[in-house]
């Protein structure tokens, strides 16, 4: 077994031959659990023991332990643990000990590339995230675009922007989706929108991304910048590329879709005739994303209907799916809708849209999206404004 060697001089940790180098606190954190590995710390004593006299939040540990992980790749026999609800711990592997031969065997591979892709389908994110944290015990590696989405999903804004292994090319469209979880003023949605257009302008995502934020997530970004029309007249481009590409999978975001861009335009009875049709499309595919996307729709459009009991019941039921389900970047967009819909629409029911802004702070303080914020935007715009 090989030990670590940490020199504090230059924050270099060496095993064998191999030395890495690592930000000050990276360094603090990792020298603490090798020094205590085998034993489960929770975030609350790494934060006493690590950060001594400073004021960070949980989150802070977390960025920490992902970046950790990333950096200590090559090292296979050191493995930060979750301990599912407590914390962490460090343990340390014979370097000699045989591997998993299912991480050679083609057909568990391609087996587990398949779960993953259900799991996605279902919109079960944090099943995701379980069969993510076992690979190495369950013998199979996680393919680029999975090591993307399940970063996304968790809302690791730290990890897109220091994660170099990974073209940048393929991070862009998951940034801007996470940079929309930070727009809740009108003007900050129209800055988006600008991004948006100059990204598909300039043609420069992978062609699947591309073809996803020009038929769905744009048209969102439209009606919240005040143009659900020119939304609606896009409404048939994407049906005829849903069905000429057989993209099934789309079929129930764009159908809510559609209808959260109708309840904005204050098209009530063609918002009711999409809500039938939505509810028969998830008898037949229960999938939890789009059951919590569907709910806060349905209730924005309640809420227009004099009905804001009963609409306020059924978008805080919305906020609850999309909790359950772990998709962070998709619940911080609704609720960014949210506040704007009420700020828009519904200015006679400031409670209202106080009870979601604290939501949404809480959020920012658990993921840090002000101290996120501006290096995030600074990144994507001098990507796309060069």
Not at 211 to 235: C, K, Q, S, T, W
Request: glycine share 6%.
């Amino acid at each position: 077994m090989s030990s670590l060697i940490f020199d504090p001089a230059s924050y270099t940790v060496t095993c064998g031959s191999d030395s890495i180098g690592l930000l000050a606190k990276e360094f603090a954190l990792l020298q603490f659990l090798y020094d205590h590995r085998n034993q489960a710390f929770t975030r609350e004593q790494l934060l006493d023991r690590v950060w001594l006299l400073e004021y960070p939040v949980e989150r802070t540990v977390d960025d920490h332990i992902y970046r950790l992980r990333r950096k200590l790749r090559h090292w296979p026999h050191i493995a930060i643990n979750t301990v599912r609800g407590y914390g962490y711990s460090l343990t340390v592997r014979d370097r000699r000990a045989v591997g998993n031969p299912s991480v050679q065997d083609p057909e568990v591979q391609e087996a587990m590339r398949e779960l993953f892709k259900k799991y996605h389908l279902l919109g079960q994110g944090r099943s995701l995230l379980a069969l993510a944290d076992r690979q190495e015990v369950l013998g199979f590696e996680v393919d680029e675009f999975y090591t993307l989405y399940v970063h996304f999903i968790q809302g690791d804004i730290p990890w897109f922007l220091e994660e170099n292994g990974i073209p940048f090319r393929e991070k862009l469209y998951w940034m801007l989706l996470m940079y929309r979880g930070m727009a809740l003023r009108r003007e900050e949605v129209l800055s988006f929108l600008q991004l948006c257009e100059r990204v598909l302008a300039l043609h420069i995502l992978p062609d699947r991304q591309h073809r996803e934020m020009e038929i769905l997530n744009i048209l969102d970004v439209y009606a919240d910048a005040g143009r659900p029309g020119e939304a609606i007249n896009r409404f048939e481009k994407t049906r005829q590329t849903v069905e000429s590409d057989g993209l099934s999978g789309f079929v129930i975001p764009v159908a809510i879709m559609e209808m959260y861009v109708q309840v904005v335009a204050g098209q009530s009875s063609e918002a009711e005739r999409a809500s039938g049709r939505i509810e028969r499309l998830l008898q037949g595919s229960p999938y939890l994303r789009e059951i919590g996307r569907y709910h806060i729709v349905k209730g924005l459009h309640l809420l227009t209907q004099g009905q804001r009991q009963a609409g306020a019941d059924l978008i805080d039921e919305g906020l609850e799916v999309l909790q359950a389900s772990m998709h962070v970047p998709m619940l911080l967009g609704a609720v960014c809708q949210i506040v704007l819909f009420l700020q828009e629409r519904l200015p006679d029911a400031p409670r209202l849209e106080q009870k979601y802004r604290a939501f949404y702070d809480a959020l920012d303080k658990e993921f840090g999206l002000s101290r996120y914020r501006t290096d995030l935007k600074e990144v994507i715009q001098k990507a796309i404004f060069p």
